[in-house]
């Protein structure tokens, strides 16, 4: 048998190396994998002794020649293939390692220059990757690190790769190709071209919507069904998903998670890592119908299921701390579909053991910082239409207490402003039209989805009544701005004193004059969050 080694990322081909000599492995190689395998003392010819012509292009060339893809390539149960080998002095390949120029993070390094993103993209390693992969029958193809204990393993066990692990390497091969020349398209599609500035030096423009969009993604899982049991779905994550984020957490009990489970996850999640103290959101059917922050999970899962607990029968929590005993045992006296939480201690599990259908996720705290992927979040948000695809950049908008324009006489207490930012951060979770009724960190009423923001409100109110909980000195968020004063009026006769709302209506005057009117405050906050 004889490998061909050429690699970029050496982690663990010195090791793979090894252990395909001690097999009986002839190893070629190329640059500067031959040169750090015969450093180790391991006897490898180099790809040029047996193509008999030298490396040249600054290494540009020096697989590209019919001993290396012929070997490859060739069909061993065709007489006319291992003829046409023999009569032309080709041996075969029989494996072959490569991973490629390393594109993908040269070009998200800040200040890359095209010159580099340019001589990033490999030439040689793809062809001989799609040739191998081609050639699955007879032909190996190693493209990841991860993959060289599963051929050590079958080579010592039986001397050769099986079929079925041929495929599986030469499918995630072609998976491979697909992702870098993707990466290759996103990058060179997003560069604004300025012949004036071509120098080495040159670090190009680039648009955050490519000319093409190349989507990568890797299937998780199958799923029983989709949003209803007639059709079918799956899950997919990033290439690369952010630390944080759900597809990274760990389901440590409780049946598969459905599409609805998955989708209704991500929505609690999304906005419970959004508070810095002990929170806990509940979301039934996308929305979040109780949220609340605590001195801890205990106390922020109360004030949550106060907001409405007859949505909460049957929904999603998510915690951003630690599930303990207290947590658990309040918790566990509902029914709940998926329990969400970065950790959850032993008391805890031992609770939640009798209850086998509630499926318990474990998800780390994203580090925290500037972007979005510190935060555990997209960076791109896309929705299907019509034989296209809106993309646009996420929401991550986050909302400062500087950034509150205060328009009415009546200035808000600071417990008021606290409160509104709180309103706010949910406000952005709910579907729109959205209001939000808040008070001492807790939901108090919850409107969402409605063609009217008139009746948004209205809701908010019947669902706090239904929960026994008074609205009186409540403050209020709504998603967009009020086009007229009687979704005012409606919050107001409910008995919020505050309102916070993005402004910018045409009659934001005849608002403004409606709280002056009412002797409520309002502030502005310049921007909103439609979430259709």
């Known amino acids: 048998m004889r490998a061909l080694l050429s690699v970029s990322d050496k982690t663990g081909i010195v090791e793979f190396a090894q252990a395909l000599h001690s097999l009986g492995v002839t190893l070629l190689s190329t640059g500067g994998t031959a040169k750090l395998l015969s450093d180790k003392g391991l006897p490898v010819t180099e790809v040029a002794e047996v193509t008999n012509f030298p490396e040249m292009l600054d290494g540009r060339v020096k697989t590209l020649h019919p001993k290396v893809h012929g070997g490859l390539l060739a069909r061993r149960e065709l007489p006319e293939h291992m003829a046409a080998l023999k009569e032309h002095g080709i041996e075969t390949i029989d494996l072959l390692v490569v991973n490629l120029y390393p594109f993908e993070a040269t070009v998200a390094k800040a200040g890359c220059t095209l010159a580099d993103a340019i001589e990033n993209i490999d030439i040689g390693g793809p062809a001989m990757v799609r040739s191998a992969a081609k050639n699955w029958k007879d032909v190996g193809v190693v493209t990841d690190a991860g993959q060289y204990e599963a051929v050590i393993g079958e080579l010592k066990a039986a001397g050769k790769l099986s079929d079925k692990l041929r495929f599986a390497l030469s499918v995630a091969a072609f998976n491979r190709i697909a992702q870098y020349d993707g990466a290759i398209s996103d990058y060179l599609s997003s560069v604004s071209f300025e012949e004036e500035k071509l120098a080495e030096s040159y670090v190009p423009a680039r648009n955050l919507f490519p000319g093409q969009s190349n989507g990568q993604f890797i299937k998780v899982q199958d799923l029983r069904y989709g949003e209803n049991s007639h059709q079918q779905a799956a899950l997919y994550r990033d290439l690369y ?45 996308a929305n979040p119908c109780g949220v609340a922050v605590g001195k801890d999970a205990h106390e922020a899962y109360a004030k949550a299921f106060q907001t409405d607990p007859t949505s909460a029968f049957g929904g999603i929590i998510a915690f951003n701390r630690t599930v303990d005993k207290a947590a658990a045992e309040a918790v566990v006296k509902q029914f709940v579909e998926v329990l969400m939480a970065p950790d959850f201690t032993a008391e805890a599990l031992e609770i939640f053991k009798p ?178």
């Open 355 to 532: 209850k086998v259908n509630v499926r318990l996720m474990k998800i780390a705290m994203p580090k925290g910082g500037a972007s979005a992927w510190d935060q555990g979040r997209n960076a791109m948000d896309a929705k299907r239409v019509g034989s296209g695809l809106l993309l646009q950049t996420a929401d991550n908008h986050e909302l400062a207490l500087a950034d509150l324009k205060v328009v009415t006489v009546k200035q808000p207490t600071p417990e008021e402003l606290q409160d509104l930012l709180f309103a706010w951060k949910v406000a952005k979770y709910v579907k729109s039209n959205a209001i939000v009724f808040c008070k001492n960190g807790m939901t108090m009423g919850v409107g969402a989805g409605q063609m009217s923001r008139l009746d948004s409100a209205r809701i908010a109110s019947i669902k706090a009544e239904a929960a026994k909980l008074s609205l009186q000195g409540t403050v209020v968020a709504s998603d967009a701005f009020f086009p007229f004063r009687d979704g005012l009026d409606v919050v107001v006769d409910a008995g919020a004193t505050c309102v916070a709302q993005p402004g910018g209506s045409m009659r934001d005057q005849e608002v403004i004059d409606a709280a002056n009117e009412r002797g409520v405050a309002m502030v502005f906050t310049g921007v909103r969050h439609f979430r259709h």
């Open 241 to 285: 998903p952010a630390p944080g984020s759900l597809v990274t957490g760990v389901q440590l009990q409780g049946k598969e998670l459905s599409y609805n489970n998955i989708a209704d996850a991500d929505a609690a999640w999304e906005c419970v890592k959004s508070f810095e103290a002990p929170a806990c959101v509940i979301v039934k059917h």
